[in-house]
């Protein structure tokens, strides 16, 4: 997805949405819009900016626009299917029950093993992270429930390998990103526990540097988003995240930073290492407090190994 400016995203504490990819060309899977006229009327309600005036029939449609996230059209996956899920949830015009289907739906997509199109799962993680952040201002979701999304989502970003961004035909996947995205609304959330923000931010902690991949699209600062912002709620303790940043801005599986040099693969770990932490302690010079500056001492302690070698 299109990224705003970080600056912009602090301010507003997460409360825009990303905007959604360029539209193009492709063909819908089964549920979605199996014809042209059924693909016409989809982009005729996204014209419309979603007004769907009869309740029923819009959590009828919440429900099976969820089959269109994985279509390979970007105009239906992100402009009309995501951007109609999202526009509902935070007008607040899903009921509860609509949420609570929807959030199954989508977690049996993001449960899913990785396809080789690669465009569901990510998108299922962007609007699953719609509806958490629905609950997280208004708690309706079972909490057993909520827990299963908790671990989906760590799941989610430990296991992925597809680290595909943004194509200029085929649109967005993202799923690195999407998957932070959904992290930063479970880690707000007021019923997540300090341990399940531990194993969230454990999950980030994969991606930040992943082997042999440089990111290009945002991610960093994606990751750093999140990680800004479960910090803040300051439910984990000093310790454990000491003790994590030291992880980050460990050299392995090299001798030092300094071999990083050596290799295409060193290189790209310290720019993502760097990306990362540069984008954390922006955020965190950016909003002083007692947290943000503690927060900005660990990300410039790390920065500083980094780049002394």
Known sequence: ???????????????????????????????????????????????????????????????????????????????????????????????????????????????????????????????????????????????????????AAARFLATTRDRRGFDDVQGWRHAVAHGADLVLQLGLHPATTAGEAGRLCEALATQIAPEGVAWVHGEPERLARAVYFIHQRGLVEDAFWSAWFAAVGSPAPQASWAESFTSAAGLARRHDVLAFLHALAFAARANPGPASDRLAELAHRELVRVQGG
């Not at 549920?31 to 900016?49: D, K, P, V």
């Not at 997509?109 to 465009?119: I, L, P």
Request: net charge negative; with cysteine.
């Open 1 to 151: 997805m299109r990224i705003r400016s970080w600056l912009a995203m602090l301010a507003v504490l997460m409360m825009a949405a990303p905007a959604p990819g360029a539209s193009g060309a492709g063909t819908a899977p089964p549920g979605c819009a199996a014809t042209a006229e059924e693909r016409a009327g989809l982009l005729a309600l996204a014209g419309s900016g979603f007004a769907v005036s009869d309740d029923a029939e819009r959590q009828r449609r919440a429900l099976e626009l969820s089959d269109c996230l994985g279509d390979p059209d970007p105009a239906l996956r992100d402009g009309v299917a995501f951007g109609a899920l999202s526009t509902w949830l935070r007008a607040g015009a899903l009921d509860e029950s609509t949420r609570r289907a929807l959030a199954e739906r989508l977690l049996s997509q993001v449960e899913a093993d990785e396809d080789a199109a690669g465009f569901r799962r990510p998108f299922a993680a962007l609007a699953l992270s719609e509806v958490a952040r629905a609950d997280r201002l208004a708690p309706s979701l079972p909490d057993a429930l909520r827990r299963r999304v908790v671990e």
